[in-house]
């Protein structure tokens, strides 16, 4: 069995001095009575954008999803195992939040894998080509982009498939429910990691840098 990797271990001890010793009555809190964040986020599981660092957010203040390319599925209840889909219920339903962020991010592995399906590494795999389907129709409109070079048809696929993602989230009849109400609130954003810029999404579905 391999060694538990080091750099673990002392990012732990960093954690440990620097972080939870200055807090240890947050944390003691949110032991005791429980969480209580307020915005649910969506983002993928890209190492490089990870919600929390980029909105600088403390312990218990985010209830983060993380899947590959940040995708929603529709509303499928058939029995099938829907991790995604359960943490949006309970984040909803349970933990009764009242934002739900939709982030993706640019450079993002899984939407370059949609647009050319059968290239690279990820087209023999057993379950995220089947995971990455659902954003065929979406791939096929972005492609049809002629004039663009490949670079600002990924782009336009992250940006779109952001789109695509709060449009199935609003297919789960409580979120829609809620929001029709005016209980919750839908959002999207995205982040380019290469100059740290966030764009967001406005009630028309188009992306702008906000002032910061």
């Known amino acids: 069995m391999h060694r538990f990797p080091a750099f673990l271990l002392d990012g732990y001890k960093s954690f440990m ?3 939870y010793d200055p807090e240890q009555g947050r944390y003691r809190e949110l032991a005791d009575k429980g969480q209580s964040p307020t ?17 600088s957010a403390g312990p218990g203040e985010l209830f983060v999803l993380r899947n590959v390319a940040n995708l929603v599925p529709p ?6 195992q829907h991790g995604t889909s359960a943490a949006i219920e309970f984040a909803v339903n349970a933990l009764k939040i009242s ?23 990820l087209a023999q795999g057993d379950f995220i080509g089947k995971w990455m389907s659902m954003l065929a129709p979406v791939s096929e409109a972005v492609s049809k982009y002629a004039l663009a070079t490949d670079r600002e048809r990924q782009t336009m696929l992250e940006r779109f498939s952001i789109r695509n993602s709060i449009a199935n989230l609003r297919t789960f009849p409580y979120v829609k429910a809620l929001e029709a109400e005016g209980k919750l609130g839908v959002h999207g ?21 906000p002032e910061v």
């Not at 509303?75 to 099938?80: A, I, K, L, T, W």
């Not at 894998?113 to 690279?120: F, T």
Request: aromatic share 10%; hydrophobic share 40%; glycine share 12%.
């Open 17 to 19: 001095s620097d972080r």
């Open 75 to 80: 509303f499928q209840p058939d029995g099938g």
């Open 189 to 209: 954003a995205w982040f380019d990691i290469s100059s740290g810029e966030l764009w967001v999404m406005n009630a028309d579905g188009d992306f702008y840098r």
């Open 99 to 121: 934002n739900i962020v939709v982030m993706g991010h640019g450079r993002c592995g899984g939407i370059r894998a949609a647009l050319d399906p059968s290239a690279g590494p």
């Open 39 to 55: 915005t649910m986020i969506i983002a993928c599981c890209d190492s490089r954008a990870a919600p929390e660092t980029i909105f």
